[in-house]
């Protein structure tokens, strides 16, 4: 049976609405996160503006190279961390990544790199269960529930993890962008925070 040209163009209209209606949600989301968080987000260089020193400094994983050393976006992230440790803005630094086993270990492969950078071996804890930003934002909140905390992380995800600070009830959070280039694959990684956004803000709602 042959679809006249009025069924057509309903069919059409009805798919052209739930895409604008997809795309419009998705944009509201994205603005609303990032209008929320950008004003706690500090650049590297302008740490020095952040007033009170804070609990703890949680630096958040994201892969390590083939040898078991850090890739280049997460050995800028500890390296930022390393920074704002030695400007005293906190006493800790919390390491949360993944660690899928004897042959992949966020957490230990960042804590022997800011060693290196000149951080006590005592002055760094491993949570190694941070599989997801939102787990290592519920592990820090149900291990220190009173505690301040500075995020480390490139700044396109600064504000879904700063999001994710509020929603665990983590109320005294800023973030420390640790962007210090223009990493590989770096649309497709913007691409996929943007659907990261929605999905947590979906789930968590």
Not at 18 to 33: E, G, K, R
Request: hydrophobic content about 40%; charged content about 25%.
């Amino acid at each position: 049976m042959k679809l006249n040209k009025k069924i057509i163009f309903q069919i059409c209209a009805v798919l052209c609405s739930a895409i604008l209606l997809l795309t419009l949600t998705v944009a509201i989301i994205n603005v609303a996160m990032i209008d929320t968080a950008k004003d706690n987000i500090y650049k590297p260089e302008n740490i020095d503006k952040i007033s009170e020193k804070y609990d703890y400094i949680l630096i958040l994983g994201t892969g390590l190279n083939e040898d078991g050393t850090p890739i280049d976006r997460l050995a800028d992230r500890v390296e930022v961390g390393v920074k704002a440790y030695k400007s005293g803005l906190a006493d800790k630094i919390i390491m949360s990544g993944d660690r899928s086993g004897d042959s992949y270990d966020e957490p230990t492969a960042m804590k022997k790199y800011a060693v290196e950078l000149g951080v006590p071996e005592g002055d760094i804890i491993c949570d190694f269960i941070g599989y997801s930003t939102h787990e290592s934002m519920y592990n820090f909140k149900t291990s220190y529930p009173d505690a301040s905390v500075i995020v480390i992380t490139q700044e396109y995800h600064l504000y879904r993890s700063l999001y994710l600070c509020r929603e665990q009830g983590i109320e005294n959070a800023v973030g420390i962008s640790s962007t210090l280039d223009k990493y590989p694959k770096h649309l497709w990684r913007e691409t996929r925070e943007i659907l990261a956004r929605v999905k947590d803000f979906i789930f968590l709602n």
